[in-house]
């Protein structure tokens, strides 16, 4: 089903998949809101943020993003136009899917799969062309990785704020110390606090959120040199170094590679 939103009728039906497809311009927000079913959520162009009270996901061109069932969203079309297409699945539906939002890597099988769901309509016969192709879509939507793409955000609210800032204004030179001073905390109290909160160091906290900048721009086309400076890094080199260790492949393979 082309161009509908989410409805609760979906909720209700049979099917263990139902799958829609929505086109958004550059800079669209879908506001807040949660789904009965788990979703998919499939970017075939552009980039998107999906953003929860846990955290933000960062969504690449042709990967995806997991969305439990009842997990409060927003989604941000970070670079557009987006062209979406998403699967939602009665949450027992499949075994072993995770509970928690996850960015997927998305394989060209998978792609082609969810391309031609859309067209299959809400209700159908398991034993049909279309039954298949959705027990096929069941099947492979296990398989998908698990992609380095999440920025869980601390439960402080002090804590929460100042990260939330440095996500809006990201730069590699910002320090522990500075932080600590600016919360009132020694050193080892703020690094411990930050590990406790998510999960990650600061260093690599602060790392993410400068990729989290970084990724709409290079996918949109711009020079790594341009990016690189103007997120506050000494070099083109020293920035390709860190998207490297983080998505293991320089920024001009990793897109020319489709992500």
Request: a positive charge; charged letters at 20%.
């Amino acid at each position: 089903m082309r161009d509908v939103h989410y409805q609760p009728l979906y909720d209700r039906v049979a099917s263990a998949v139902v799958a829609i497809g929505n086109d958004y311009l550059a800079g669209h927000v879908v506001e807040p809101h949660s789904h009965g079913r788990s979703q998919l959520l499939y970017g075939a162009t552009g980039v998107m943020t999906v953003v929860t009270e846990h955290g933000a996901w960062v969504v690449p061109p042709e990967q995806a993003v997991w969305l439990p069932a009842g997990e409060v969203h927003s989604v941000h079309m970070t670079m557009g136009p987006v062209q979406t297409r998403s699967a939602f699945v009665r949450p027992d539906a499949i075994p072993g899917l995770p509970d928690r939002c996850q960015v997927l890597g998305m394989s060209a099988l998978m792609r082609e799969l969810l391309l031609q769901a859309v067209d299959v309509p809400l209700e159908y016969d398991p034993a049909s062309r279309d039954g298949l192709l959705m027990a096929l879509l069941q099947q492979e939507m296990t398989r998908l990785p698990v992609l380095p793409l999440s920025l869980p955000f601390p439960r402080d609210r002090r804590l929460a704020r100042r990260c939330r800032r440095l996500l809006d204004q990201p730069t590699p030179h910002d320090g522990i110390d500075q932080w600590a001073k600016g919360l009132g905390m020694s050193r080892r109290a703020f690094t411990r606090l930050f590990r406790e909160q998510t999960g990650m160091s600061f260093a690599a906290w602060r790392q993410q959120a400068c990729l989290f900048a970084a990724l709409p721009r290079l996918a949109a086309g711009e020079a790594v040199t341009t990016v690189a400076l103007d997120l506050g890094y000494d070099s083109p080199a020293a920035f390709t170094s860190m998207f490297r260790r983080a998505l293991g492949a320089p920024p001009s393979r990793y897109f020319s590679a489709g992500g």
